[in-house]
């Protein structure tokens, strides 16, 4: 009775439809009723005007709206116009009402059917009875089920919508958290990186300062070595600091052991990805040289991202090649297989493929490109400069 009573929230432009359906409708059927007979206009606006409250208060309008139709049959009014307003209620409370009041309500309509075919249609033989019962009954029951279904649809809707903000909601969450973890994984390269370079200095000054009365030319190259130190570990602190500032995530790999690798530990990373099942050839053109610790480590992340998507999406038996060429000016880092050509599609993760990537080769100054390949497969191809961009 409590959730009977209660009203249903509903919008401003909503109520004014329902306001203006239930005048239509009195301004149609009730004063053909009324035209009809004096008795039966009265009763046919007591089943129109509830109409009002159709979807706020459904199980109220309708049990109202029988009742008014019970007055009806009770006083011997024929059937009339307004009489449409118990199959307007009755879809109402279909759509809008507790569902087993809405089945309760479907079996008082059942009962109407008898009731009226008792009264109206008494004098008629019973096949004409027959007929009408059964054309009532399917008016009756195709009113609640065509509400029936609607109700089952706006529930699915609502459902398909409340899944959707709550992936959002998870989404976001997991985007926060995300470029929490990140943040932290950053604050540990940066010591990771810069620690080695500060070593270095401390060591070199303390030699300097040892031998700068003995040996004036040792501590000059000395405090060379200081400057050259100092510079590289700042200019790659700068870098990583900025990779903190940006919006975008970066891959998230908490467990990866320290120090960070590079270039240098691409073999062992090959063979465990072989030991994987990958067939994976490796191959080193151009002269290598020491990489500063920020490229290395990203040339290292591309090829490993590049080989985890190959073994997620280049299927059984791909082949996969990686191929380092330490020009001039730049390492360029080659990650191509001849599976299905799925490759490094963005992820759902956070920080994962292509975009992972981009960023990561971005915050060196360098470039990734990748897509399929002509005859299929799909290539990954890092460009990366070694001298690290400057900047304040």
């Not at 509903?10 to 301004?27: E, H, I, N, V």
């Not at 309509?109 to 008629?124: D, E, F, H, K, P």
């Not at 915050?363 to 690290?388: C, D, H, M, W």
């Amino acid at each position: 009775m409590t959730g009977m009573l209660t009203a249903r929230p509903l919008p401003a432009r909503s109520k004014a439809f329902d306001l203006f359906l239930a005048g239509g409708l009195c301004m149609m059927f009730g004063f053909l009723s009324l035209a009809q007979a004096h008795w039966g206009g009265v009763l046919a606006f007591g089943m129109l005007v509830p109409l009002i409250w159709r979807r706020t208060h459904p199980e109220l309008v309708f049990f109202g709206v029988c009742s008014v139709a019970a007055l009806q049959w009770l006083a011997a009014v024929e059937l009339m116009p307004g009489n449409v307003g118990l199959l307007v209620a009755l879809y109402a409370i279909s759509v809008y009402g507790d569902l087993r009041l809405s089945r309760i309500a479907l079996g008082i309509g059942g009962l109407g059917v008898l009731m009226a075919t008792s009264r109206y249609w008494s004098n008629s033989d019973w096949k004409q009875q027959v007929t009408m019962m059964v054309a009532l009954g399917a008016l009756v029951f195709g009113v609640w089920a065509f509400g029936e279904r609607r109700r089952t649809r706006g529930l699915y809707v609502a459902q398909l919508e409340e899944r959707a903000a709550q992936l959002e909601r998870d989404r976001d969450r997991e985007a926060k958290l995300a470029v929490s973890n990140e943040r932290t994984r950053i604050a540990r390269e940066i010591h990771d990186v810069v620690a080695h370079g500060l070593s270095i200095m401390i060591v070199q000054a303390d030699g300097g300062l040892y031998a700068a009365d003995q040996s004036p030319e040792a501590a000059k190259k000395a405090l060379a070595t200081i400057g050259d130190t100092g510079r590289a570990s700042l200019t790659e602190m700068r870098k990583m600091l900025g990779l903190l500032k940006q919006d975008e995530q970066n891959e998230l790999d908490p467990n990866q052991p320290r120090p960070q690798p590079g270039v240098s530990s691409l073999p062992e990373l090959i063979e465990n990805v072989r030991e994987a099942g990958l067939s994976v050839s490796y191959e080193v053109t151009g002269e290598p040289r020491d990489l500063p610790a920020l490229l290395g480590l990203t040339a290292y992340r591309i090829v490993q991202e590049g080989l985890t998507n190959t073994l997620k999406h280049a299927g059984p038996g791909a082949r996969t090649s990686v191929s380092l060429d330490f020009g001039r000016e730049m390492l360029t880092v080659v990650v191509t297989d001849d599976g299905r050509g799925a490759g490094v599609a963005p992820s759902s993760d956070p920080g994962h493929g292509l975009v992972g990537m981009r960023q990561r080769a971005s915050v060196s100054g360098g470039t990734v490109s990748a897509g399929p390949k002509a005859g299929g497969g799909y290539e990954v191809i890092a460009r990366l400069p070694y001298n690290l961009p400057t900047g304040e």
